[in-house]
Every structure is written in C-alpha cells, then in structure tokens.
C-alpha cells in the first residue's frame, strides 16, 4: 500500500521566551503523533482549536521542524528531503490573506502558479477554469482587496489546487464561508480527490459536520495527540452501545448539570446555555438511566421541553473520548499558544 | 460550485495533468512572478507621486537653497538632485527590501514562498528587481524635475562609466538589502525599529546631500561599506563640471570596490538566506513572530 503521509512518534516543543530573567517555557503541542494517510485519501484531522492541527500541517508542509519523531509526505522526508516535498504539496489555510491586494485576482493566481513552474498559457487557462467552477469568473480581474472574506477565501482554495499538487493541505477551508459556500467548496475537494487516485488531501477542521462529511478517515487531536483515528462511522460505532439523548430543559447552570453525571448509568452529560433554555446531550449506558435523570430533574424543578434519541455524532465521540465537548475545550481556555 | 457549470467541465480541469518546470526555468518564472506586483501594483497606488517625489523634491529644495544662500559651487545643486533621487533607492531597500520578509510573514506569503519549490534567492530577486525598475522611475522623475527647477548644469564624462557605476550601485545595494531582509526574517516587530534607526544615519553617511570628501578619509572609507556613498560619490565625479577634484576615490577604484561589495553582499545573502531559514524552521519562526 502507498501511503501519502506518515508519522512516526511525531512531537514538537516550541520554547517559549519569557523576560531577560526568566528562563524560556516549554510548550508541548504535539506528541507522539502516529499517522499514515493512504495514497488517495481525504483523511481529516478534527479537534478543538489550539490541538496541534495547524502545528502538525505546518511540519508536514516543511515550514516547521519537530522536535522529536519524524515524517514523510509523497515518501519523502519532511526535514532531510524538504525540495523533493514542495513541489508535490501545496497548502491553503482558512482565513489567510495571502497575495497582494494591489494584484487582481488573476494576477495573485498567476504569481503563485509560476513559483510553481506552470507556463502561463497554462495558468491562465487553469485559473480561468478553477475560478469559474468556484463561481467567480466575474472577479477574476477585481483586486483581490477589494473581495469580500468569503471571495477571498475562495480565491484561496483557488490557488491551492491550481498546482495540482499531489498531497494538497486544507487548513480550516471553509472558516468564515456562509453555509452554501462551505458546502461548494466540500464538493469541489471531494471530486477533486475523486477524479485521480493519486491525489491525496489532508483537511483540518473543528466542524464535525465536515469531518463527518468529507473524510473518508478521521483523527481525533486533542492537547497534541491523537486520541483516535478511524473511518467516522467506526468511530460512531465505538458508541452505538451507549444510548444518546438530546434534552430540551429550562435553564440551569453547568453545576446543576455535572449532577446527572454522578447518577448510574449516565456516562456522559455536556451542557449548553441558550436564551431561555439549556440543551443537554446524555450518553447512557443504556435506557434504563434516563428515568433517574428525569427523577433528579424533577426534584430541582427542571421542566424538560423536548427529548429526542438520537444517532451519535462525532461530536459525541470527541466528548466520549474527551470527557468535554469540543466547544467546553475551546472555552476553558486551553491553548497551545499562537498556533 | 457554479450550478451552471457541467460536470465534464469540471472533470476537465480537475482531469488535467499539469506540466511544471524546474531548475532555471523555475527561477527565472519565481523572478519574474515576484517583481510583477513591484513594477505593476505600486503603479496602480498613486499615492507615490506624491510621497516619493514630491516630499523629496522638498527635502532637496531645502539643501539647494542653504547652498546658493553660501554661494557654494553650483555643482552642489545638482550633487544635492543627484543625492535626493538616490534616497528613493535607500528607502527602497530599507523598507520594501530588508523588512520585506517580515511583512510577507504578516500576511502569510512568506510561508508560501518557502513551502513552494522555487528557490527564495529567486524570490529575493524579484524583489530587488521589481524595486529597482519601479524606484527608478521615481528617482528619475526627480532628477528631472529637479534639474529643470532648479537649472542644474550636467557634463558628463562617460556615459558607459556612469551607467556602469549605477548599475554596480544598484547591484551592491540590492544585494545588501538581501542579505538584510535573510537577518530580518528572525525579527519580529523590532523589524520597523531596525528601519527606522537605520534611515537617517545613511543619508548622513552616504553623503546624500554634500561630497563624502569633507568627512575625514576614515569616516568616508567605513561609510564606503555602504554602496551608495561611493555610487553616488563616482557618479558626482562623472556627472559634473567639477569632477574627480570633489571626489572621493578614483572612479575606478570605486568601480572595483562596488564590484567586490556586490559580489559580498550577493553571496553573504546566499549563505545567510539558508541559515536564516532552516533557523527559522527549527525555532518555529517563519509563521510566527513571537516565539
């Protein structure tokens, strides 16, 4: 089998620099990272913001050395055979102003294509193409200062594929796209991995949905490490014998809600506040359970205002392998610095 | 994507296999590319008549005035012209040359410069070529309007030397705006500092405004290190009435050691560009400026 991508015990620990009389930090972003993405895949890194995604792009893409293990992409080292990785990736991260804003959209297109190597006639023609398929043909010779964040992010996954490379690295495409954006661009990248078996893509994102959507495999990366990685319905089905509830109640506060998780046969509850209600997600180890959840419930005089069974999600996988959602592990502060 | 596009259009595209060059080829397309935003965005900014010709014409204005108010030799105007065009190439280098890696860091070209297979001396390159041609314009414009203002007299000596003067100029200073721009790579915000203290010093040094002769011969010999005191010091004594007698060194000895400072410069910024950048790799700078 040809793998695209593979780690091997892959860390990184960036040193921190304090003041004159303070010794440098140390910041572990990544640890022990074990990957292999096969030739052909569209495999998806997903975790809360501040994991290690964007550390682990930045090394695959030779802009950033570990410190520990090492990594190849297209079967080349990503340290010792840097000049043989470039000419086969190409990258494009979510909300990136790259390019000039002086330069019209054509004219930033066409600048990246030749430090690439693509004769013009054949970048003009690709970018003519690429940017009509992306709905932007009318743009094509606005300044590229002049585009909106969601043209301009366009823009940008223009400029990734243009190159045909073949390992492509999306980092967070579609962050700040509307919701019919986000989806034009997810099927665009996956017919682009669809028409050439040789083509491999590696996407980042802290949409589930996405992940769920697109990848054909999915790692979980939480504080560095993968805690997890498998095709998403495997990943789901680590769950089916838990039971998943969605609850609808009046509003409590996150200490009411870490109550239900002391009570038998309640794995896991996460708690989300709304204006005027909070919605609860219960992992259960079986159904059974949810009858002394509602008890205490009625005991705090907490009105329940919808209940629904449901499938699990990846979201619930993360939370299962976690202990938190990943929108509690974005806001409890955790970071790995300024990825 | 666009619903009215057919699915054999975009298999079409997204079918094609595309034919990349490398080596030469890929250096000269990388030079090219990079001077391109150079040469054709600034022009769109208009902006520049105005803060690259006009607020220069009046820093000149200024000296020409002070000279013919002390009634020193005429040439000293034009000297003064010569010196107010040559600042544009200063600031130039200082600010869109030896910073430059620091604001493509900003913006995040610069992680798309490095992770492209083309080679960052290209990239480099282009920067100093694009600048070089727009700068030039400018500078040329001042010397024009300058002259006419101010009825400067020329007699030149030699027309191949003093070309070939300018050029050695333009190829040492680029070349040590290179080098700069592979320190600056590591610099974070001190980048904008650095610019800053290094600005004025160099128009002092460099002798932007009177003959570097009237330092003493160690000072002018040190401020040589810098290419534009000599380049505009040989170009003075091609230029001008007055010739070799305001001057510094001969001509020609200034012609040699430009070539040596070009050569320096063009290699130390080879060497220095791929220690910086693998510097960079390993400490996690080139997408960062804190750490």
Redesign the interface.
Known sequence: MNFAIVTDNLG?V????GGKKTEPRELVALQDVQLQVKQGELFGLLGPNGAGKTTLI?IL?????PTMGQATVAGYDVVRQA?KV??R???V?GG?????G??TVR?NL???A??????SA?ANW?IR??L????M?DRINT?SSDLSTGLRQKMNIVRGFL??PEVLFLDEPTLGLDVGASR?VR??IR??VN??PRRTLLLTTHYMVEADELCDRVAIINQGRVLACDTPESLKNRLQKEVLFRMQVSPLDSTQADTFESLPGVRKVTHRAFDGYAVLELILEQDDALGSVVNLMTTQNIHILNLQKREPTLEDVFVDLVGRSMEEVEKSGYSE??Q | MNQSRTSTDLQTVLRQEVEKSAGWRLFIQTVIARAYPRIIGQQREKSWMFFDIFLPIMAVSAYVFVYRAIQAPEDYVGFVIMGGAMTAFWMNVLWSMSSQLYWEKETGNLALYIMAPNSMMAILLGMALGGIVATTLRAGVIVVLGSLLFRVSYAVVSFPQLLAVFILAMVALYGMGMMFASVYLLLSREAWHISNLAQEPVYLLSGFYFPIKNFNFWVALGASVIPLTLGLDAMRQLAFKTGASLGFLSVNMELGILLGLSILFLLAARFLLRYMEKLAIREGRLTESRR
């Not at chain 1, 030749?114 to 004769?119: A, C, E, T, W």
């Not at chain 1, 009509?132 to 709905?135: R, S």
């Open positions: 990184r960036y040193k921190i620099r930045k893409t030779t802009l950033l050395a000049e470039r000419p990736i190409n990258m991260s990136e102003s790259s390019g000039y002086l330069l004219e066409w600048m990246f030749q430090f690439y190597g693509i004769p054949v690709r193409e690429l009509k398929i992306v709905g043909s300044k190159t045909d034009d099927l665009f017919e682009w028409q050439d610095g300024n």
